[in-house]
C-alpha cells in the first residue's frame, strides 16, 4: 500500500545556512600568466593569511567551480568565516609579487 | 570594543530558509499560490534525474513560454495613463519592472497583476515628487530611501479623482522619471489591443526567453524521502542538504572532486542517475507560465518513470523592489530571493523559499 501523502509542515531557518558562497572575478593586468585552479585557491589561501593569520588560512574554502580563460570562479566557505574571506579577498593587492590586482566579487547564494 | 569587532568578524548576514512539504492534490495547497505571489522571475530551471528525452507535452510548453517586452525609455507616467489602464492592467495580469536599475542606488519601479504600482526611490527624488509614501525597512537610522504604493485599480484612482491628477502631475511636470522597462502581459483569452501595438515601434522590442538543455552524466543524487523533510541518518538527505546540491548542479560543479582545490561532494546516502535532463529558461517569466510548467512536471509521473523526484527552481530578480507578494526587497550582498520545488513520484512536494537579509520571511 502506498504511504499516505504529505501532511503538511513548515520549517523556517534562520541564518542556519552551513556555508556561505561567492561568485569572484580575478583582474590581472595585461600579460601576467593566468593561475591554474589549485594556485588560485592558493591565492585565497595567502589571501587569509596575510589579513587573518594562520588562522585565518586554515579556514575551510572550497574553490567549486573555476574558469580559468575568465579567472572567475565560485567560492564556498563555512559561514562564521565569510566576512573574514571577503575582506581577504578585497584588500589582497599582490600575486606573484607584481602588484596587481582586484577581486570583485558577489554573494550567488546564500541557501 | 575589539571583542565587538571580533564578534563582528564571524558574524554572518542574516538569511532565511523556509522549508515546506505538502501534497500537490492537496485541497488546500499553497504550491501555487506562492509561486503566484512571486511576480518577478529571472530564471527557471528545472532538473529530471533519470530522463534522456524530454516528453512531447514537456517540450511544447517550453515552446509555449510567452513572449516579453523591453521598452526603452518610459515614461513612468505611461503606466499611470488610464487608457494603459484601462486596456492591460485591468483586463489581465500586467507585470512591469525597471530594467538595468540596483535597488540599491537607483530609483526603480515595479507594477504587479495586482495594479499597485510600486516606486522605490531616494530621498531626494521622493521629496521632489512630493507624493506619499513610507521610509524603506531597511535604509537604516537615517532614511535615505522611500517606498511609494500607488493602487492604479482603486476607485479613489478615476480619471477625475484629485489623487490622480496629484499622480500625474507629479510624475510629468514635477519629477519626470524614465526608465527601462521589462513588461509582460497575460490575460485569458479576451480579445483587445497588445503591448506591442499600445507602445511606439522604435520603443519596444518584444523577447522570446532563452532556453537551454543539457543531459548531464552519470550524476550522483541524494536519495531523499518525502515525508522527511530534515532526513534520516543512514537512510535519506534533508531539504537542506538537497538545497546545496542541487546549486551545484545549475552551476556545473563537479560533486566528484575531493582534494585540495575543493572537499564538496554530493551528500549520502546518493544513487547515481545515468542521465538527467536540466533545462534552464531566462527571460521575464510570468508566473502564469510557472504554474503552467509545475502542473506540467507533476504530471510527468503519470507514467511510471524511473526517477522518484525532480526539481524546479525560480531566481528572482535581484534588483527587484519586492520580493513575494508586496514585502520590500533590499539587496544588502546578494539579493538573493528564490524557491525551489521538489516534486516526488506520488506528488508529495518540498518547496524552499530562500531569501537574503534585506527580506521579510516569505510567506
Known amino acids: 500500500m502506498a504511504p499516505p501523502p504529505a501532511a503538511f509542515e513548515r520549517r523556517v531557518l534562520r541564518s542556519a545556512a552551513e556555508h556561505h558562497y561567492l561568485r569572484v572575478r580575478l583582474e590581472l593586468p595585461d600579460g601576467a600568466a593566468r593561475p591554474s585552479a589549485a594556485l588560485f585557491k592558493q591565492l585565497v589561501v595567502t589571501a587569509l593569511r596575510e589579513l587573518h593569520g594562520e588562522v585565518g588560512a586554515a579556514l575551510p574554502v572550497d574553490v567549486l567551480t573555476y574558469e580559468e580563460k575568465t579567472m572567475s570562479a565560485i567560492l564556498r566557505v563555512i559561514s562564521s568565516g565569510f566576512v573574514k574571506l571577503w575582506s581577504a579577498l578585497t584588500l589582497l593587492g599582490f600575486y606573484q609579487n607584481r602588484r596587481y590586482i582586484s577581486i570583485s566579487s558577489c554573494i550567488i547564494w546564500e541557501q | ?363
Open chain 2, 1 to 363: 570594543m575589539s571583542s565587538l569587532l571580533l564578534r563582528r568578524l564571524h558574524q554572518t548576514p542574516r538569511h532565511l530558509l523556509v522549508c515546506e512539504k505538502s501534497h500537490a492534490r492537496h485541497a488546500h495547497s499553497r504550491h501555487a499560490a506562492h509561486v503566484r505571489d512571486h511576480a518577478y522571475n529571472c530564471r527557471v530551471s528545472f532538473l529530471i534525474p533519470e530522463c534522456g528525452m524530454l516528453p512531447e507535452v514537456l517540450k511544447s510548453t517550453i515552446a509555449d513560454v510567452g513572449e516579453y517586452y523591453v521598452v526603452r525609455n518610459l515614461p513612468l507616467h505611461e503606466l499611470v495613463a488610464h487608457e494603459f489602464i484601462d486596456n492591460f492592467v485591468k483586463k489581465g495580469s500586467c507585470y512591469a519592472l525597471t530594467y538595468n536599475t540596483r535597488i540599491d542606488q537607483d530609483n526603480t519601479a515595479a507594477l504587479l497583476p495586482s495594479g499597485k504600482l510600486i516606486l522605490s526611490v531616494d530621498k531626494d527624488t521622493y521629496e521632489e515628487l512630493g507624493l506619499q509614501g513610507r521610509p524603506s525597512q531597511y535604509s537604516g537610522k537615517k532614511v535615505m530611501r522611500y517606498i511609494i504604493t500607488i493602487d492604479l485599480t482603486d476607485s479613489s484612482f478615476h480619471p477625475d479623482s484629485k489623487k490622480n491628477k496629484r499622480v500625474l502631475w507629479a510624475l510629468k511636470e514635477k519629477k519626470p522619471l524614465k526608465f527601462d522597462f521589462l513588461l509582460a502581459w497575460y490575460n485569458t483569452g479576451a480579445e483587445g489591443s497588445t503591448l506591442m501595438s499600445y507602445f511606439p515601434q522604435n520603443q519596444i522590442r518584444s523577447l522570446k526567453p532563452k532556453i537551454t538543455f543539457s543531459t548531464l552524466r552519470d550524476l550522483q543524487c541524494p536519495v531523499l524521502q518525502s515525508n522527511e523533510l530534515q532526513g534520516k541518518p543512514e537512510e535519506s538527505c534533508s531539504a537542506e542538504e538537497l538545497f546545496e546540491w542541487l546549486g551545484a548542479v545549475l552551476n556545473q560543479v563537479n560533486n566528484k572532486s575531493s582534494n585540495f582545490v575543493s572537499t564538496y561532494c554530493c551528500p549520502q546516502p546518493s544513487t547515481t542517475a545515468e542521465q538527467a535532463f536540466l533545462c534552464t529558461i531566462t527571460g521575464f517569466i510570468i508566473p502564469e507560465t510557472i504554474i503552467q510548467l509545475l502542473e506540467k512536471l507533476c504530471c510527468y509521473f503519470d507514467e511510471p518513470k524511473l526517477a522518484h523526484w525532480l526539481t524546479l527552481t525560480v531566481h528572482g530578480f535581484a534588483d527587484s523592489p519586492v520580493s513575494w507578494r508586496e514585502s520590500e526587497h533590499g539587496f544588502h550582498k546578494g539579493g538573493e530571493n528564490l524557491y525551489n520545488f521538489v516534486v516526488f513520484r506520488n506528488l508529495d512536494y518540498w518547496l524552499q523559499m530562500a531569501v537574503g537579509t534585506n527580506d521579510d520571511c516569505p510567506p
